[in-house]
């Protein structure tokens, strides 16, 4: 049995897997396993895979029958893994040398179910680390990217990725931060995310309207863990902001990711059905939840409450009005002829 698991799903990523696996077999700790989920790759990754597997058994090499998604293939990988600490790694990406030794370290030394490297917590950062004990901290802090973490089996239990949905960091990462008693963060190590994939799903040509509106999954799929978990309950309102950051998003990115006037204006429709039916009333408890004498055990020791009450104070009504005002331009270069969809 191996201390940690790793996971790397891969699909086609053979320009980009040496990288990655160079940086997993140089790493310093040594009691670890690489579970390689090939996901019926059609290019030269099992190639590469096989030859890395040949020459360090800590490779272990899967090979799924077909081509079924991250997720899926990252299940798989958690059912077959042994260590006791469980992390991934996207197969285009890769690591410092010792990323898992010090991340692994920081789980032994302080107990804590999972730790996060990010440098979006620089600025809270005290001796490179940070702590997060009290229940109903803010579960989306530091980036939901599954890769930047470290968690223990333990804490991952039964739970999974949603199959067959975009964005399916986000609802596990927030999952587990709403199931740990404590967490750490840490800017000690790194995890090199590269934007140099034209085939990445960071790019946001990928996103179609249709992917797109699996952002409300994960607030669905929280919202129904809320349900039937009474303590979850103090992230109630928490939830309810992604899915309105998840409204923001679309009206930020709509004329970039639909190729045609109608394919916005289906996406608007689905947008305001999902408005109308689940967020309406929502600002009215996200004003409640911000009230200053009532929202200090959402944060801990860190001084930036301030920034933090400035960025979560959102208006559904403006973001309502900026929506409505978008589209009318929308409209309007259209009856112009304007082709504002021109890649």
């Not at 990406?93 to 979006?120: G, M, R, T």
């Amino acid at each position: 049995m191996a201390k940690i698991s790793v996971i790397v799903p891969n699909y086609n990523n053979g320009k980009f897997l040496e990288r990655c696996l160079t940086s997993l077999e140089n790493q310093t700790e040594k009691d670890i396993e690489f579970l390689l989920m090939d996901d019926a790759s059609t290019d030269n990754s099992m190639e590469i895979m096989e030859r890395y597997h040949n020459r360090d058994k800590r490779f272990k090499l899967i090979s799924l029958p077909q081509n079924e998604g991250v997720s899926i293939a990252r299940n798989k990988g958690i059912d077959l893994s042994m260590g006791t600490y469980i992390g991934f790694v996207d197969s285009d990406d890769f690591v410092e040398h010792d990323y898992y030794e010090k991340l692994s370290s920081i789980l032994d030394q302080d107990k804590a179910p999972l730790v996060v490297s990010c440098n979006y917590w620089d600025k809270r950062l005290k001796n490179g680390l940070v702590e997060f004990r009290k229940p109903g901290r803010k579960i989306i802090e530091g980036g939901p990217s599954v890769c930047c973490h470290l968690f223990t089996r333990e804490l991952i239990g039964e739970d999974r990725f949603i199959e067959h949905c975009r964005f399916e960091d986000s609802p596990f990462t927030y999952l587990m931060r709403m199931k740990a008693n404590k967490m750490i963060a840490t800017d000690q190590v790194r995890y090199h995310y590269c934007t140099d994939n034209e085939n990445s799903f960071n790019d946001i040509l990928c996103y179609r309207p249709q992917s797109i509106l699996d952002l409300f999954k994960i607030s669905e799929f929280l919202e129904q863990r809320v349900k039937n978990n009474q303590f979850f309950s103090i992230y109630r309102n928490q939830i309810k902001e992604i899915g309105i950051e998840s409204f923001y998003a679309m009206v930020e990115i709509l004329p970039e990711i639909a190729t045609s006037f109608e394919e916005c204006c289906d996406l608007v429709s689905h947008l305001a059905v999902i408005m109308n039916k689940k967020y309406k009333k929502s600002m009215q408890e996200i004003s409640s939840y911000h009230n200053p004498n009532t929202n200090a055990i959402y944060f801990d020791n860190y001084s930036e409450y301030e920034y933090q009450q400035q960025y979560l104070s959102m208006e559904l009504e403006n973001c309502e009005q900026d929506f409505k005002t978008k589209i009318k331009t929308m409209i309007t270069a259209n009856k112009k002829g304007e082709d504002i969809w021109q890649k």
